[in-house]
């Protein structure tokens, strides 16, 4: 069975860097759940996706958005049986992918002083000014449905370690599930 992996977490928790090395160690594709949404905004007139999701009303967002993520994610696993997906959210996506692959759900948790400190040095701003630009992607990620997959998730891992560790944790886990 095709099977997809989807490394979930709050902004800031270290996802794209474990997806990185994730991609790199196994060699199979990684798709960015943020730059299809950028993909998606963009193909709709917005440069950024919370201006479209503002334009848009959250149910035509989310119904659009699914389309357009699972479109991507169905033209991918054609190719590869197995996928990583570095930060998915909408709760429409994953019914769909649940009825059709073997989803495993990697929560990455991280307390949130951690996240701000990374989002400060990521974005070279204050950790004030990071607050608030977490608390803008958390409010969107909130509303489509974040809380889902960390409920559904089905290992997680304590994302405070250091990314090596954090790495071969998950990549233990990813091979037991790849027999």
Do not use: W
């Not at 009303?57 to 991918?76: A, N, R, Y």
Request: glycine share 6%; with cysteine.
């Amino acid at each position: 069975m095709k099977q997809i992996f989807i490394i979930t977490g709050r902004t800031g928790a270290g996802k794209s860097t474990l997806c990185e090395k994730l991609q790199e160690y196994f060699d199979i594709p990684l798709l960015s759940f943020a730059n299809m949404g950028k993909e998606f905004a963009n193909k709709q007139g917005y440069n950024r996706i919370r201006e479209c999701h503002l334009a848009m009303g959250l149910e035509g967002f989310v119904k659009k958005l699914s389309v357009h993520t699972l479109q991507l994610i169905d033209e991918q696993i054609s190719i590869c049986n197995t996928i990583i997906i570095d930060g998915l959210y909408v709760t429409e996506v994953l019914k769909v992918l649940n009825q059709k692959y073997d989803c495993n759900i990697i929560y990455l948790k991280v307390n949130s002083a951690i996240r701000y400190k990374r989002v400060a040095k990521r974005l070279d701003i204050s950790l004030k000014q990071a607050l608030e630009e977490i608390k803008i992607k958390e409010r969107l990620k909130d509303e489509v449905g974040i809380d889902e997959f960390i409920k559904k998730a089905n290992f997680t891992i304590d994302g405070k370690n250091p990314i090596n560790e954090v790495f071969q944790i998950t990549k233990k886990y990813m091979e037991t599930k790849m027999k």
